[in-house]
T-cell receptor, first 117, second 108 residues
Framework: GAVVSQHPSWVICKSGTSVKIECRSL??????MFWYRQFPKQSLMLMAT?????????EQGVEKDKFLINHASLTLSTLTVTSAHPEDSSFYIC?????????????FGPGTRLTVT | GQSLEQPSEVTAVEGAIVQINCTYQ??????LSWYQQHDGGAPTFLSY????GLEETGRFSSFLSRSDSYGYLLLQELQMKDSASYFC?????????FGDGTTLTVKP
């Protein structure tokens, strides 16, 4: 159990275009989902926390108008990178916390590798 | 803010035991988690400590000392497949802050 999927697994887009990444909890309800960005050989940097039905909470330094997050249901959150630039190229990973979970265990999706040309 | 320190690299041989330390300075603290990440993959949960002491899960154990703001991950009977990055993460206010990761290389 506790499987999180992401789609697409990789995407190449041109500078100035927008890209949407989906994160789904397949076999559990996730009241909270997290979006991370990871550059090669670096740590996971939390971008934002999204709770179902409410606005996402962004970390300091993350542009909310550039990285649009929507958490419309208990199993789906989306991250849209708007007007992407080459510096946005990174590995984007979502994670989800189970609604009924009694620990703070997070289940991570497989990640989406974004390359902006 | 949150600050975590862990060694950047550790090397060990197959069958050995290795300990990866993590010290943290945080404004709040609920617990300490450990994650494993293979190259190109997503992090996978290994263990979680909210209270002082040792938690054992198979070949992996994790320890926490809240008074020392310190924890470690202990890997026993190392296997080649254990070569990966290992992250400690402090949990506070419902979210996790990750350390920079320790790259473990297991040699034959």
């Amino acid at each position: 159990g506790a499987v999180v999927s992401q789609h697409p697994s990789w995407v190449i887009c041109k500078s100035g275009t927008s890209v949407k990444i989906e994160c789904r909890s397949l076999d559990f309800q996730a009241t909270t989902m997290f979006w991370y960005r990871q550059f090669p050989k670096q740590s996971l940097m939390l971008m934002a926390t999204s709770n179902e039905g409410s606005k996402a909470t962004y970390e300091q330094g993350v542009e909310k108008d550039k990285f649009l997050i929507n958490h419309a249901s208990l199993t789906l959150s989306t991250l849209t990178v708007t007007s992407a630039h080459p510096e946005d190229s990174s590995f984007y990973i979502c994670s989800a916390r189970e609604a009924s979970g009694i620990t703070y265990e997070q289940y991570f999706g497989p990640g989406t590798r974004l390359t902006v040309t | 803010g949150q600050s975590l320190e862990q060694p950047s690299e550790v090397t060990a041989v197959e069958g050995a035991i290795v300990q990866i330390n993590c010290t943290y300075q945080t404004s709040g603290f609920y617990g300490l988690s450990w994650y494993q990440q293979h190259d190109g993959g997503a992090p996978t949960f290994l263990s979680y400590n909210a209270l002082d002491g040792l938690e054992e899960t198979g070949r992996f154990s994790s320890f926490l000392s809240r008074s020392d703001s310190y924890g470690y991950l202990l890997l026993q009977e190392l296997q080649m497949k254990d070569s990966a990055s290992y992250f400690c993460a402090v949990i506070d206010a419902g979210k996790s802050t990750f350390g920079d990761g320790t790259t473990l290389t297991v040699k034959p």
